[in-house]
Every structure is written in C-alpha cells, then in structure tokens.
C-alpha cells in the first residue's frame, strides 16, 4: 500500500563499520505489522496470498549472513522498514556484535 502524497523510495547504503561493513535497506513503505515482525524470518512465513509467495527470501538471507558470521537487523513502523546487515571484513571478528538499537 502506498501514500498518495509521496512516491516509492528505496534507499541502499553501505560503509565501514564495526571493522566490517553495514549495509543498510530503507524503504517508504506502510511498514510491517508489529504482529508478524518477529515471524519475518522464520522458513515458509508470508503475507501474501497462497501461490504468490513461499516465504523463503528473509530466513534464506539469515542463513546466509549468518553463515558468513554477519548480522541482520529489521526495524519497521507505518513510515517505513530498515534492514541493516553487518558482515565482518576479511579476517574480521569471528561472531557479530549485537545489532545496534
């Protein structure tokens, strides 16, 4: 769903950070429902209508930030949604820091 009063935006960012680099997804759009944020992760979870969604796409990207010892954060309210992915530099840190709130 969209605002009429503004357009569709998308911004990518990336830089150094916390010896390995951020990059950071935002988005203008109506958010995800407090209700099912903490599910959004989760293998086969989806929104959408049956056939139109298999619900991989987050808990695949997990896996694989994870498995490069990085970390994802998803911050989200009715302005918008905020994915942050932290992933170490080469020869980094071995486990990721929390994500900063």
């Known amino acids: ?8 935006r998308v911004e990518l960012r990336a830089h150094a950070a916390r010896d390995g680099v951020e990059l950071v ?14 599910q959004i992760f989760e293998p ?3 929104t959408k209508p049956f056939g139109r ?5 987050l808990a695949l990207t997990r896996l694989v930030v994870t498995r490069h010892h ?4 998803v ?10 992915v932290w992933l170490p530099a ?10 900063a709130r």
Do not use: H, M, Q
């Open 25 to 38: 997804v935002r988005d203008n759009g109506p958010g995800i429902p407090a209700d099912v944020l903490g």
């Open 44 to 46: 086969s979870f989806t």
């Open 53 to 57: 969604g298999t619900g991989l796409g």
């Open 70 to 73: 990085g970390a994802i954060d």
């Open 90 to 99: 080469a020869g980094g840190p071995a486990e990721a820091p929390a994500p």
């Open 75 to 84: 911050e989200s309210n009715p302005d918008g949604t905020t994915v942050t």
């Open 1 to 8: 769903v969209e605002a009429p009063d503004r357009a569709p």
